[in-house]
């Protein structure tokens, strides 16, 4: 079992910049792919980032691609977020998830835990 706790979200106005965290529980939390996706009011949930389990490689959205980075900490059990020039539509709820699998890391259907989720809100 592992269980994801989401921090770091908030109002921010356009260009502006947040963090956020997921804090995972779990002995097993390091051989997890971790992903984040955001979901906005009346739109399906969509995949923003991910970085498999050792950490070594990451995966973008188009939309975030050079804007957003991703990290994780196995130590402190901790993925992080880093959200630079925001724009009114990365304005969603966020969600950490963790995948056991490496491969399909977009496909939210694959992902085995998932938190409670961070509103995100960019003011124009």
């Known amino acids: 079992q592992v269980q994801l706790v989401e921090s770091g979200g908030g109002l921010v106005q356009a260009g502006g910049s947040l963090r956020l965290s997921c804090a995972a529980s779990?002995?097993?939390?390091?051989?997890?792919?971790m992903g984040w996706f955001r979901q906005a009011p009346g739109k399906e949930r969509e995949f923003v980032s991910a970085?498999?389990?050792?950490?070594?490689?990451?995966y973008y959205a188009d939309s975030v691609k050079g804007r957003f980075t991703m990290s994780r900490d196995n130590a402190l059990n901790t993925v992080y977020l880093q959200m630079n020039s925001l724009k009114p539509e990365d304005t969603a709820v966020y969600y950490c998830?963790?995948?056991?699998?490496?491969?399909?890391?977009?496909?939210?259907?694959?992902?085995?835990?998932w938190g409670q989720g961070t509103q995100v809100t960019v003011s124009s």
């Open positions: 998830a963790a995948y056991s699998g490496v491969y399909n890391y977009a496909v939210s259907a694959n992902y085995d835990y």
């Open positions: 779990g002995r097993t939390f390091s051989s997890y792919t």
């Open positions: 970085i498999v389990w050792s950490g070594g490689r990451t």
